[in-house]
């Protein structure tokens, strides 16, 4: 039996990849280790909290005793790191907490699996550690690190790191950079999701500066078949992009939202621009399609409408996720743009 330390599995990512290795690999026991921080929901797991290969453990990453613990007492072999502070907004209104995360978190781990000789450590990154591309060309994994948000930092900083561990002290690790991530259980603090929920309620939607940034979009599911094949075949130390060529402006990505919403171009509102905004990421994966077999399941066309139709089927969770505190930060993100 594969035996699994999954850090942030509460998450987006994090709770779609437990999902997955529940439902697919029946030979994998999942620590999941998670904070619960306002994007850590336990309902997202909903009926995989209970599951006989599933434990959850409340806790934080940078808890040293706590780590070393779960790593002894579940005899791990792996760690999938998705624990972070993930939202480049916030990063920017306070970045301590994505150094104290992402980068010290990150350390805490990897003290752990050293001295405890597990024998993977994949560390989830992100393509915004490349920093931002012109109107041309695309990231592979030998484009230098350039981040450009105090987010975007402490995840280039957490690589170096894992690197670091990998070539001082021989520590089995891989990093997955992935472009932007949709689909079912994404906090509507991102695009996507806070694009839908203005929609639904005929909200204005906040877009920022002229609406002509470009992201690479990949459904959720892609990017956790991508990290399985990762931790499943991965040479140590190899790094990889993983992304599924859909390129989008943000407002054609809008636009679909309220066609297939029935809803009128006239809720777009431009607001002031994110400061230091990444003009365009684009992600060569041909590494991990030619040299792992890994491939998207879905275009974005599909993903897209799969993402919109499990909102509208899903108004009970989104209706808990945006009550309580995300007013609060929802007021506070908007009201001066
Ligand atoms: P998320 O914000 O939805 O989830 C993060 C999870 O980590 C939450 O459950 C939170 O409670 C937990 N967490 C935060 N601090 C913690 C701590 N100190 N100890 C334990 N748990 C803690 O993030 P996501 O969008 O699911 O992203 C997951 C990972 O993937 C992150 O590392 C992110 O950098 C990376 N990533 C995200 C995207 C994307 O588009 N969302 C793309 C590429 C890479
Ligand atoms: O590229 C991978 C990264 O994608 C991940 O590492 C991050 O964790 C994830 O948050 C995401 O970062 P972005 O900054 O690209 O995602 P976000 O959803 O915040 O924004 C996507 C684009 O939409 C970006 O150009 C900013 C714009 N935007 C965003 C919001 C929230 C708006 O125009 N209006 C908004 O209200």
């Excluded at 690190?145 to 975007?152: A, E, H, T």
């Excluded at 695009?191 to 500066?209: F, R, S, T, W």
């Excluded at 002509?212 to 075949?233: F, G, P, S």
């Excluded at 009128?264 to 990444?278: A, E, M």
């Amino acid at each position: 039996m594969k035996r699994i330390l999954i850090t942030g599995g509460a998450g987006f990512i994090g709770s779609n990849f437990v999902r997955m290795v529940l439902s697919e690999h029946p030979d994998c026991l999942v620590v999941n280790l998670d904070k619960l921080t306002y994007a850590g929901n336990l309902e997202n797991l909903a009926e995989f909290v209970d599951h006989a290969n599933h434990k959850f453990v409340h806790g934080d990453i940078c808890d040293e005793t706590l780590v070393r613990k779960l790593i002894d007492e579940y005899r791990i072999d792996a760690i999938v790191n998705f624990a972070a502070e993930s939202h480049v907004d916030r990063s920017i209104t306070g970045p301590r907490v994505f150094i104290d995360t992402n980068v010290s978190g990150t350390l805490t781990l990897l003290e752990a699996a050293r001295d405890k000789n597990v024998q993977c450590f994949v560390q989830v990154s992100t393509d915004e550690v490349y920093g931002s591309l012109g109107a041309e060309g695309m990231f592979t994994e030998q484009t230098p690190l350039s981040p450009n948000s105090p987010y975007s930092a402490s995840k280039a900083s957490a690589d170096h790191l894992v690197r670091a561990f990998g070539h001082t002290w021989g520590l089995p690790y891989n990093i997955t950079r992935c472009s932007n991530n949709y689909g079912p259980y994404q906090f509507p603090e991102k695009l996507i999701p806070l694009m839908i929920n203005n929609a639904l309620n005929d909200k204005p939607l906040p877009v920022y500066g002229d609406g002509m940034y470009v992201r690479d979009w990949l459904y959720v599911y892609d990017h956790c078949t991508a990290i399985w094949q990762v931790l499943e075949k991965a040479p140590s130390g190899e790094i990889y992009n993983i992304g599924g060529c859909n390129e989008k402006p943000n407002l054609e990505v809008i636009r679909l939202i309220l066609s297939h919403l029935n809803k009128p171009d006239t809720l777009i509102q431009y607001v002031k621009d994110r400061p230091g905004h990444d003009r365009r990421y684009a992600i060569d994966a041909s590494k991990i399609i030619n040299e792992l077999g890994w491939k998207p399941s879905v275009t974005f066309e599909q993903g897209i409408v799969k993402t919109i139709d499990w909102y509208l089927d899903n108004g009970p969770w989104l209706a808990h996720v945006v009550s309580g505190d995300y007013q609060k930060y929802y007021d506070t993100m908007y009201s001066g743009r």
